[in-house]
């Protein structure tokens, strides 16, 4: 298909998405236990409108670039003005989309949308954990008119469909979303083949507050224990404050936590929700005793709550730590659990920060914003958000060191599904 007509077809997949709101939530609800508000906004309907934005943006990419050469080469290469360089852009080929759990239809979109504006061909296998919202893809494709095989589904309960789909010698490239112990796998079922790789794996990014913004800490925390149970791979869940404030934030962090009501998704009055399986919850559990076994300080949580009484649900939890080599600073645990650190000087908050094997995302708290943007700018990860402002869902995120490789969303996301191929063209001259 032409661009065009490719853009044409994700919008047409977006109009049957926006038809059956309402189901999509609800599934998505019922499989991630997000509330019926957070499914329904942040799940559904911001995807869905940063998508058809997505795709004016690609129609304004260029499929060819034309790379004029250096003049101190012409003599070299070949008479000046008579050569022509070009990057040409095509579609990378065929794609194996594997994605995480916790927000399944909004990382199927970005994934499945970029690559089929691109020209690609996709293979989606969503989370065992929650497939049921992937089924619509299967459904807007047939409403789009996609042609047969263009965007397969494929659902299972376990990975020998992903082993194949990383494995196999047709697929030419992998975009995963989930942790980074599997990323590591994948990247070595690819090898074989050297496929080319979308990874955005795990974190364990900080909340930095510089002394003049401390008193903002209990609401960074806060924001961890209701954003979806603290499962999201951005979370800030490495609370940095300066050692001198550190007692009184972590009792005002406390005050606050008590406040939070574990419940149903579907109770109003619910502000941390269930994680998604025993296992998680174990997890959780078993993160919280060994940073405890550690060194670490039990400030509020970390225990299973005593209702629900049934589901995986885990008290938010806070715990003070020593010093950042404790395993719960060091490990992405995946659930609503905060640990704090106490920082000398600015330096030793960067050093800090960047004593981890992650670099996804971050934040900085400053009321000197220059100060705060240098800070930000000495820290090894992604993203990092000055002042918890909002990115634009067209800016690419992804994470450095071994939070991942390449990038998503915006145009070098829809980059990521497209070979480059150099062109350099010149004139016949036949040899006499």
């Known amino acids: 298909m032409a661009p065009a007509e490719r853009v044409a077809a994700v919008s047409r997949m977006c109009d049957h998405f926006a038809t059956d709101i309402e189901r999509l939530a609800a599934s998505v609800s019922a499989e991630t236990g997000a509330s019926p508000t957070m499914a329904r906004r942040s799940h559904v309907e911001l995807p869905l409108a940063a998508i058809r934005g997505l795709g004016d943006i690609y129609l304004g990419m260029p499929s060819e670039e034309y790379m004029p050469n250096p003049r101190p080469l012409n003599d070299v290469v070949g008479?000046?003005?008579?050569?022509?360089?070009?990057?040409?852009?095509?579609?990378?080929?065929?794609?194996?989309?594997?994605?995480?759990?916790?927000f399944p239809f909004y990382i199927n979109l970005w994934k499945v949308a970029s690559a089929l504006l691109a020209g690609c061909t996709v293979v989606l296998r969503p989370s065992p954990l929650t497939p049921l919202s992937a089924l619509a893809f299967g459904e807007a494709a047939d409403a789009a008119g996609l042609p047969p095989g263009v965007l397969n589904v494929v659902l299972e309960a376990g990975v020998e469909g992903s082993t194949l789909m990383t494995t196999h010698p047709a697929v030419d490239l992998v975009s995963f979303t989930g942790s980074t112990a599997v990323g590591r796998q994948i990247m070595a079922q690819t090898a074989g083949t050297v496929k080319r790789l979308v990874l955005e794996l795990g974190g364990k990014s900080v909340q930095l507050y510089l002394p003049d913004a401390v008193d903002l800490a209990p609401a960074g925390v806060a924001q961890v224990f209701t954003g979806h149970a603290g499962?999201?791979?951005?979370?800030?869940?490495?609370?940095?404050?300066?050692?001198?404030?550190?007692?009184?934030?972590?009792?005002?962090?406390?005050?606050?936590?008590?406040?939070?009501?574990?419940?149903?998704?579907?109770?109003?009055?619910?502000?941390v929700g269930p994680i998604i399986s025993a296992a998680q919850r174990a997890r959780?559990?078993?993160?919280?005793?060994?940073?405890?076994?550690?060194?670490?300080?039990?400030?509020?949580?970390?225990?299973?709550?005593?209702?629900?009484?049934?589901?995986?649900?885990?008290?938010?939890?806070?715990?003070?730590?020593?010093?950042?080599?404790?395993?719960?600073?060091?490990?992405?645990?995946?659930?609503?659990v905060v640990c704090a650190i106490g920082y000398r000087d600015l330096d030793d908050a960067v050093r800090i920060a960047n004593d981890s094997i992650f670099g996804l995302a971050g934040s900085v708290y400053g009321a000197d914003v220059g100060q705060a943007v240098a800070v930000a700018r000495r820290i090894r990860s992604g993203t990092i958000r000055v002042n918890n402002a909002i990115g634009s869902p067209y800016a690419s995120s992804g994470g450095q060191r071994q939070s991942g490789v390449g990038r998503e969303k915006g145009p070098l996301g829809i980059r990521e599904y497209q070979e480059l191929q150099h062109l350099a063209i010149a004139p016949l001259a036949r040899r006499g």
């Open 79 to 102: 008479p000046a003005g008579l050569n022509v360089s070009l990057h040409v852009y095509k579609p990378v080929g065929v794609v194996s989309a594997i994605s995480a759990y916790n």
């Open 231 to 271: 499962q999201v791979c951005s979370a800030n869940t490495r609370l940095l404050v300066p050692v001198e404030a550190k007692a009184d934030v972590l009792d005002r962090c406390a005050e606050l936590a008590a406040t939070l009501t574990v419940g149903r998704p579907t109770d109003p009055d619910t502000k």
């Open 284 to 336: 959780c559990e078993r993160y919280v005793a060994d940073a405890v076994a550690a060194g670490a300080t039990l400030v509020t949580g970390g225990r299973v709550p005593p209702s629900p009484s049934s589901g995986y649900y885990f008290e938010p939890t806070l715990l003070d730590l020593p010093d950042n080599a404790n395993p719960v600073a060091q490990e992405e645990v995946f659930g609503p």
